[in-house]
């Protein structure tokens, strides 16, 4: 009998990119089979923590007097939509001819207990390995299929997943119903969406309670610079300073030349880069998420889900051929001679599962108009990115003058660019946007 080496991924887009690179083209009935491999997919959350009512009738209806709900040993639950799939792996796990089982879910937390739900549900007990890959490009499947990791290395992964989806299950369950039975209301309450709730709130409450304080200034106009005076409380306070220094005058006290130098920026993690694209585009968190991981399906960005905003220090090579194809393939960057420092963006030790979020070599030959719009500005942007964290830094001259008047002190600032570095850059790829009022393109919710 020959064995087979069964592979299941998250999503049905990502398993037919796998399937393609291992040589499995027969399409079967929920997997695809060929030269050795049964691929599979799981359709994202195939098991979850069963509902309270699961742990006894008590818990069916809401009620102060059943809290809390403590389950000693945990349920499990199949989506009642997705049980037709589970049932399909559960019946390819046990396959007499399946040797091992391959977890090529989403390379984090999330798809490592995507997979293991369904692995321990399915009560399998074949050996497990775990592909590892940051990237969908056919070089990359190919790589993590040579250097599969052994599964048991990814259990405190698990592990972490589990305690985070047994407590959002804890607070969730209890607290909803603790606070909707106290005040007669459905209240929800949830471990992460709470607090943020609360930071949203104060924030709210600290710009209704703002009170402004007006203030003033004198400034003297003078041959070649206009020195400003420090802040005064009240209009006569600078009428009688205006006044007393008409019939005074202005002495240089002392000036100070400084070469200054700001850093180009780091690569995107997933947070900085849902920072910037709502601050451009006015994209929601989740919706540049779901951007994200639509063009990590489609092999180019690397996968978005990272913390990190470093490449290792064994992506050199391949920084600088990505670098080199987005100076031909980005607009803004035409007659632009770029000399990239590489070396800049790798440090292995700021990466834990994932490095940061760049394109990949697959841009290379997609065609950007065929992509939609939402799409198209996050590769954009995270291209964009990666050109600036390379390019030489932006450096000037700040000059500060201080006079005196009047008893007064005046300051005066200038400052002259010696090196655009990467704003040069920045003003390119903000040239490009499209002009919306304060820079914003919502989509819609």
């Known amino acids: 009998m020959t064995s087979h080496i069964l592979v299941i991924a998250e999503k049905p887009s990502v398993a037919q990119s796998i399937a393609a690179v291992l040589g499995a083209g027969e399409k079967k009935d929920g ?34 007097d059943s809290l809390p709900i403590l389950p000693q040993e945990w349920k499990y639950t199949v989506a009642a939509d997705k049980k037709a799939q589970f ?7 046990h396959r007499e001819d399946v040797s091992e089982v391959v977890n090529a879910c989403d390379a984090g937390r999330e798809g490592e207990l995507i997979f293991r739900f369904v692995y321990e549900v399915a009560g399998c007990k074949k050996p497990m390995r775990r592909l590892w890959i940051s990237s969908m490009e056919d070089e990359a499947i190919r790589d993590g299929f040579t250097h599969l990791k052994y599964g048991q290395d990814y259990d ?33 309450v949830g471990r992460v969406q709470t607090p943020t709730l609360k930071m949203l709130v104060d924030r709210d409450a600290a710009i209704t309670t703002f009170k402004k304080e007006k203030y003033y200034h004198v400034r003297l106009m003078l041959p ?49 880069l849902q920072r910037e694209a709502n601050r451009i585009f006015g994209y929601t968190a989740k919706q540049t998420l779901d951007l994200a991981q639509a063009l990590y399906e489609k092999r180019l960005l690397t996968y978005p889900r ?75 942007l995270a291209g964009a990115r990666l050109l600036m964290a390379a390019a030489e830094p932006h450096t000037f001259e700040a000059v500060t003058a201080v006079f005196e008047c009047a008893g007064q002190t005046f300051t005066a600032k200038a400052r002259t660019v010696l090196s655009d570095g990467w704003k040069g850059l920045e003003r390119r790829y903000r040239a490009t946007l499209k002009t919306k009022p304060d820079g914003f393109y919502p989509l819609p919710l």
């Open 31 to 64: 997997f695809i089979e060929g030269n050795g491999y049964l691929v599979s997919w799981c359709v994202g959350h195939l098991i979850g923590l069963a509902e309270a009512a699961a742990y006894g009738e008590q818990y069916r209806k809401w009620s102060y």
């Open 87 to 93: 049932d399909t792996l559960k019946d390819l796990m």
């Open 156 to 188: 405190p992964l698990f592990a972490s997943a589990l305690c985070r989806a047994k407590a959002d299950w804890i607070i969730g369950i209890n607290a909803t119903r603790l606070f909707s039975c106290l005040y007669n209301h459905t209240l929800n």
């Open 224 to 272: 070649g610079a206009e020195a400003i005076s420090e802040r005064l409380p009240a209009a006569d306070k600078a009428r009688e300073l205006k006044k007393a220094c008409e019939a005074a005058q202005a002495v240089c006290a002392s000036l100070s030349r400084e070469q200054k130098t700001a850093a180009p920026p780091k690569l995107f993690d997933l947070t900085s």
């Open 306 to 380: 990272t913390d990190s905003s470093y490449l290792t220090d064994d992506m050199g090579d391949t920084a600088a051929g990505i670098l080199t194809m987005l100076c031909e393939k980005l607009p803004f960057m035409e007659g632009v001679a770029l000399t990239p420092e590489v070396s800049r963006l790798l440090n292995s030790k700021k990466v834990s599962d994932h490095h940061a979020i760049i394109p990949t070599m697959e841009l290379a030959k997609t065609d950007l108009s065929g992509l939609p719009e939402t799409e198209r500005n996050i590769l954009t």
